[in-house]
């Protein structure tokens, strides 16, 4: 299981890589066609726009797998013989928020399946293939750190 989670981490890790690459290059070119030629492109804000929320769900398994989220150790610290419980109710959390994020986005993809960008004409609908492909990783992630044992 672990091997299938670190080969999921790398594919997920070049996707990002990719992502934050096209969004680079779509500003640099609008950067580019706005100030040196005088005539922006009408794409690539959407492009930038879409490519960052992309980025967004396609870094939050990894983040959850190297256990690397933004948290307060406060009440852990106050009740360090609950932390083991603490970490338990954490997770039963973030399953719940991912597993209703899921929800949202398999609802919003037969929402929008029709529907593109005004400029870019990108299908709305590719946006929300990448949330519902990420949040079931994130939710394997998740149910995987409660199999671990760890010392907390």
């Known amino acids: 299981m672990y091997k299938l989670f670190t080969r999921i981490d790398k594919v997920l890790m070049f996707s990002g890589i990719c992502a934050l690459a096209m ?3 779509s500003v640099l070119l609008q950067i580019i066609f706005r100030y040196i030629f005088n005539s922006p492109l009408m794409w690539p804000e959407e492009a930038a726009q879409l490519l960052l929320i992309s980025l967004l769900f396609i870094a939050a398994p990894i983040v959850e797998r190297r256990n690397e989220h933004v948290s ?3 009440i852990p610290n106050l ?3 609950a932390k083991r419980f603490i970490y338990l109710i954490y997770k039963v959390f973030s ?3 991912v597993f209703v994020l899921l929800i949202s986005s398999i609802i919003m993809f037969y929402g ?3 529907i593109t960008t005004n400029a870019a004409s990108i299908p709305l609908n590719w946006i929300y293939t990448i949330m519902i492909i990420s949040t079931v990783v994130w939710i394997l992630i998740l149910f995987y750190s409660l199999l671990e044992k760890k010392n907390y």
């Open 95 to 97: 399953i719940v928020f």
């Open 23 to 25: 969004i680079a290059i």
């Open 79 to 81: 009740f360090p013989k």
């Open 112 to 114: 929008v399946r029709n």
């Open 72 to 74: 307060m150790d406060i």
